[in-house]
């Protein structure tokens, strides 16, 4: 167990005298007053000469009482300013809750108990100090004189809680509870801990909450060192609608005993709820599904994003391997460091956001786009694949030979000799090249932030002939245009770029701003912010064009690499990839897909690092998935 004080810097707070609280009341009344019953009119004469007088009076009380306090009453008020002080009692924020679309709770606020300390509280005199840290160091299991050393860091009169020991069992309470009276500074706090029902099935989407760090107190001075904060995903990217704000009572305690009176009280706030685009139903099932695919395959790392291609709504994002929100709400043990931090294939990333890999043939669409678009060919144009190509003496080849292919069936049955040919020029087909792939890939989102909100995004890369020459002192060759061509060189993408993507192939050109939080509400159930569907672009292209390639893209799961999914309710459209990782034969599966097919209602993309061909590994999870989402539509 880990058990240490927690230090944060405050004014320094000298004990208040009655008499003195008062005094100052009095003033500040007088001066809000003052400028209350301000006038926009000239000051007469008879008014300065009144005003002046007045300020002499004034003046002449103050000085007065002064005198009389230090002079009549001097060992008196001396003694009572040693115990008089204005004390904090905070009342706790609850921490919004989190919903899914259908106002399931997927996180919720559970009671917890913090053994805390009130350095202004705890006793000035040495001897019974040294007893009191001498008795808490035996309870917490700690060498004395490090507990010593830790109390000689904080700050001696600040009436902020400081955190001893977090989320006590309940042994613990009654432990300390028994002892508590011979601990005068010290008590039990109750506080709210996050509780994560799902476990590690939203652990990617909720992220998870830990205790306020000295830099975050710094940047918001709002916060109790006995805080939690969101550390990660959601929990994180909405912390300030989350958070709520913390209620104060100021107290004034006696020289003579007694509680004293309350000054003044400022009610707790609890934090926003949101609601998600987020259908726990489908995130589970998702889940389900890839973690079986995963244990019969050996496979260990995957990643998926399920979105509708309507509003741009997140409906289900996971990565694997995951993690457990709720160790990150307790004491951290030491076996769950080991499994989280010291884990090679990191838990905590989110693969599905923050992971960027060779696309492979789920390129071929948007290069199609490209290619319509730029007339470079049309839907008759046909090509011969051979099975290879060859260029400046170098050879090129594709996975098969085809035959005689057209757009439909390059893309359905994933001709690499064709997007050879369209991307980098073959015969007499000029090509694109690699500006015109590039800027349509940009069209697409590819290679820039899609904003969506969560931390962590990563931009992905759509490589250039500039960019090889500044940084790798290199020429562009054709066989560069030809990788990019195909998914593969340096082209990366994350999976969330590509569903991205394959939504506005599915809704007709527009880009959307994926979102995975739908509303804020404050606790009264009032809206706070309604998040309404944000379009990043639309109309970059034909619909002429978009039109083939969704047609294309049928035929993939009718007849060709993705025709697994022939049997899907509405049936749907998709792109197979199998891309070269750079390591040994080590391929990493792809399958992107839209559904049902003519109302496209969800958009899904799933990786399998170093999962092999996407036909045989992604393609089926997707197929589960989507016979499920649809069957229950």
């Known amino acids: 167990m880990l058990f240490k004080f927690r230090k944060r810097k405050f004014l320094r707070r000298e004990p208040l005298e009655v008499d003195e609280i008062l005094f100052d009341s009095h003033q500040l009344g007088s001066q ?3 400028w209350e019953n301000r006038i926009e009119k000239p000051v007469l004469s008879s008014n300065i000469r009144i ?12 000085a007065f009482r002064s005198a009389y306090i230090v002079v009549a009453d001097g060992s008196a008020y001396s003694e009572k300013a040693k115990s008089n002080y204005i004390k904090e009692v905070w009342e706790r924020a609850p921490r919004g809750i989190i919903y899914d679309s259908k106002n399931q709770p997927l996180v919720k606020n559970i009671s917890s108990f913090n053994l805390v300390a009130v350095p202004a509280e705890i006793p000035r005199d040495r001897d019974e100090q040294l007893k009191i840290l001498k008795l808490l160091a035996q309870l917490l299991g700690k060498d004395e004189s490090e507990v010593r050393e830790q109390f000689k860091k904080i700050d001696r009169f600040s009436f902020r809680p400081i955190l001893v020991l977090e989320d006590l069992t309940h042994e613990e309470s009654l432990v300390f509870k028994s002892k508590l009276e011979e601990l005068p500074g010290f ?3 109750e506080n709210f801990k996050r509780y994560y029902g799902e476990g590690s099935v939203f652990s990617h989407v909720l992220g998870y909450t830990g205790r306020v760090s000295q830099d975050d107190i710094k940047k918001n001075p709002d916060y109790l060192l006995t805080d939690i904060i969101g550390k990660n995903g959601i929990e994180f990217y909405y912390e300030k609608y989350l958070k709520g704000k913390h209620g104060v009572t100021l107290m004034e305690t006696r020289a003579e005993g007694g509680k004293g009176k309350a000054l003044g009280t400022i009610k707790a706030i609890p934090g926003n709820n949101l609601t998600l685009f987020i259908d726990k139903d489908l995130q589970e099932e998702l889940t389900e599904v890839m973690r079986v695919t995963l244990a019969s395959t050996g496979m260990t790392k995957a990643a998926a994003v399920a979105i509708d291609p309507k509003s741009g709504g997140v409906l289900a994002i996971q990565s694997f391997p995951s993690f457990d929100s709720n160790v990150f709400s307790s004491r951290l043990s030491m076996q769950d460091y080991e499994n989280i ?4 294939n990191q838990p905590l990333f989110n693969r599905a956001v923050s992971g960027v890999y060779p696309p492979g043939s789920t390129i071929k669409p948007f290069i199609g786009v490209a290619a319509l678009q730029e007339k470079v060919v049309d839907d008759k144009t046909t090509i011969n694949d051979t099975g290879s190509i ?8 594709g996975w098969t030979s085809l035959g005689i292919v057209d757009i439909y069936r390059a893309i359905s049955m994933s001709s690499n000799i064709f997007f050879y040919t369209v991307g980098g020029g073959y015969g007499n087909i000029k090509g694109l090249g690699p500006l015109k792939i590039g800027e349509y890939l940009k069209k697409f989102g590819f290679g820039f932030l899609t904003k969506i909100d969560y931390p962590g995004e990563t931009n992905g890369f759509i490589p250039t002939p500039q960019w090889k020459k500044e940084t790798r ?8 245009t030809y990788n990019i061509s195909i998914g593969q060189g340096d082209v990366q993408v994350s999976p969330l770029q590509l569903a991205v993507a394959t939504a506005a192939i599915a809704n007709s050109g527009t880009i959307l701003k994926p979102r ?5 509400t404050n606790n009264e159930g009032k809206i706070v912010e309604n998040l309404e569907p944000e379009i990043i672009s639309k109309n970059f292209v034909d619909a002429g064009a978009l039109s083939i390639i969704r ?12 025709r697994a999914l022939g049997q899907v309710k509405g049936s749907a459209g998709g792109k197979t990839g199998t891309a070269q990782t750079g390591v040994g034969n080590n391929t990493h599966a792809w399958f992107t897909a839209f559904a049902p097919y003519d109302d496209p209602r969800i958009a899904i993309t799933v990786l399998i690092e170093n999962g092999g061909e996407g036909s045989s590994v992604a393609v089926p999870i997707v197929r589960d998935v989507l016979e499920w989402y649809l069957g229950k539509q």
Do not use: C, P
């Open 473 to 480: 002192g290199q020429s562009w060759f054709i066989g560069d």
């Open 32 to 34: 809000s007053l003052k």
């Open 390 to 397: 060859t260029v400046g003496g170098q050879e090129f080849k």
């Open 51 to 62: 005003f002046g007088l007045v300020i002499f009076l004034a003046v002449f009380v103050v």
């Open 187 to 189: 008590r039990l706090e």
């Open 516 to 520: 995975i939080v739908k509303s804020i």
């Open 551 to 562: 047609n294309a893209m049928h035929e993939n799961v009718l007849s060709g690499s993705g």
């Open 341 to 344: 931090f010291e884990n090679k």
